[in-house]
């Protein structure tokens, strides 16, 4: 059974500070890596994509990737309350037809 | 690009009946995806569909079915509501093995 595992939370962070996201999977043959954003209420809104090791920035996102610890992690910087959501990450299993396998998501609350 | 679009956008359904629910991925992409979401609940997969053949398949009950057509449309169906079928239902569509992106969803009543 594939699976990707992340804190449900609510995770609470200061306005202002760093939150840090992680999310574990075990399938080793895993190829991309997806961090989504929910609103509630909302549909999910891509907002970063990782398919090599090590980090890729995007504003004041960043995600961080190791394979050999089947381990990927989005940290936002200067955190805003308009960041508080839901934040869910998916896997790509090649060996599965290609089929996104979804975290739980983890509940971010940014505390003004 | 236009994004994907998803009709209707809510629905009110009572017990035993049938819906069909419809979606319209971003040109270009090939497969779509469908999902079932309650509240508070993460993300449960119901199908995909890839040149309108079925790829992948969640573990629901054959109540829940789905199509896709030659343009890539897509729909899916749910015969004989049951009240825990109401949820928020959502569709993605991608190009293969890339990431998926959402429409805004079918919020699905059943009374």
């Known amino acids: ?10 995770l609470s962070v200061p306005e202002g500070a760093i939150a840090s996201l992680n999310c574990t999977y075990s399938d080793r043959v895993s190829q991309s890596f997806f961090w989504y954003r929910q609103y509630s209420g909302k549909s999910p809104e891509l907002i970063m994509s990782i398919y090599s090791n090590g980090d890729k920035e995007d504003g004041r996102f960043t995600a961080q990737l190791n394979k050999a610890s089947q381990y ?3 940290l936002i910087r200067d955190s805003q309350p308009s960041d508080s959501a839901t934040y869910l990450c998916a896997v790509n299993v090649e060996d599965s037809n290609y089929q996104l396998i979804w975290g739980a998501g983890t509940k971010l609350i940014i505390k003004p | 690009k236009a994004g994907v679009t998803q009709t209707p956008r809510y629905l009110i359904k009572t017990r035993g009946q049938q819906v069909t629910l419809s979606c319209s991925p971003i040109s270009g992409h090939r497969s779509v995806s469908w999902y079932q979401q309650t509240p ?18 969640g573990n629901f009950p054959g109540r829940f079915s789905g199509r896709q057509f030659s343009n890539s449309r897509s729909e899916m169906n749910v015969s004989t509501l ?24 079918t919020r699905l009543t059943v009374l």
């Open chain 1, 1 to 10: 059974q594939k699976e990707v595992e992340q804190n449900s939370g609510p």
């Open chain 1, 72 to 74: 990927v992690s989005l």
């Open chain 2, 40 to 57: 508070g609940q993460g993300l449960q997969f119901l199908f995909e569909y890839f040149s309108e053949t079925q790829r992948n398949k």
């Open chain 2, 82 to 105: 049951e009240l825990g079928d109401s949820a928020l239902y959502l569709c993605a569509s991608s190009l293969e093995s890339a990431a998926q992106y959402f429409g805004p969803g």
